[in-house]
């Protein structure tokens, strides 16, 4: 695992060098596989970087986009985080409606949209079951509770590791999320982390000895690379 961590100067900053890292992720997957594949996360930190990308003239053709996680809310909630991205970036450019791989949410029973989505997924990249394909970069975001996606701590999401999507839950509210070996499997995993309410669970997270099932993030541990891209009032007190 290849670990960079970042603390810019603030969160205008923060979404700028986000922008920056993902461009340039884009452009190397476009030149290498003639595609991107990119799952989003959700939460208000993202929301700018998203508007920031729906302005650049990119090959839309060749972007394959995905979700982390999704509170399972019909898609035009307010709460969902497909219609976040939707309105902050989707819709406002001319990506292909086949390039949008939202997550179900309109089953009667959680976990039967869960495994709806990993067959999707598996159909899309082409890989049986068990194994866990690569999308080239995951957005991830991290509550107070060091929880990332929707693997919150001390429930059974955090004990799944034989495949690729899951339930997780929220004070008993279903949500569908990737599992942590599937995160884990991306060539870049990009956490986008704002707000001082941050410090006291990234202390655990970047701690030499915690409970990874108390601080979730703490799973999170790529094949490939880990960029931990923070504002200031995140990353204050975390050691140079």
């Known amino acids: 695992m290849n670990k960079q961590v970042e603390v810019l100067s603030d969160q205008s900053a923060l979404i700028a060098r986000s922008l920056e890292l993902i461009l ?5 997957a476009i030149a290498q596989r003639g595609q991107f594949t990119i ?10 970087l998203y508007e920031a990308i729906a302005t650049k003239d990119l090959p839309w053709d060749k972007i394959h986009v995905f979700w982390g996680d999704e509170r399972y809310v019909p898609p ?7 219609l976040m991205a939707r309105r902050a970036w989707l819709d406002r450019v001319d990506i292909p409606a086949a390039n949008i791989h939202a997550m179900p949410t309109l089953d009667a029973d959680p976990a039967l949209s869960a495994a709806k989505h990993e067959q999707d997924l598996q159909e899309f990249f082409h890989s049986a079951p068990g194994e866990f394909p690569s999308l080239d970069v995951i957005l991830l975001g991290m509550g107070d509770d060091a929880h990332t996606a929707s693997l919150f701590p001390h429930t059974e999401a955090l004990k799944v590791s034989d495949r690729l999507v899951t339930v997780g839950n929220k004070d008993g509210n279903p949500r569908i999320t990737f599992t942590y070996p599937f995160i884990n499997a991306a060539r870049s995993v990009i956490f986008v982390v704002a707000g001082a309410n941050k410090r006291p669970a990234l202390a655990q997270v970047f701690a030499p000895q915690a409970d990874d099932f108390s601080y979730p993030s703490r799973l999170i541990r790529p094949q490939g690379e880990l960029w931990w891209l923070l504002d200031a009032a995140a990353g204050a007190e975390l050691p140079n």
């Open 24 to 28: 340039s992720k884009l452009e190397t």
């Open 39 to 48: 799952a989003l996360s959700g939460g208000s930190t993202p929301k700018p």
């Open 76 to 82: 035009d909630h307010p709460d969902s985080n497909e």
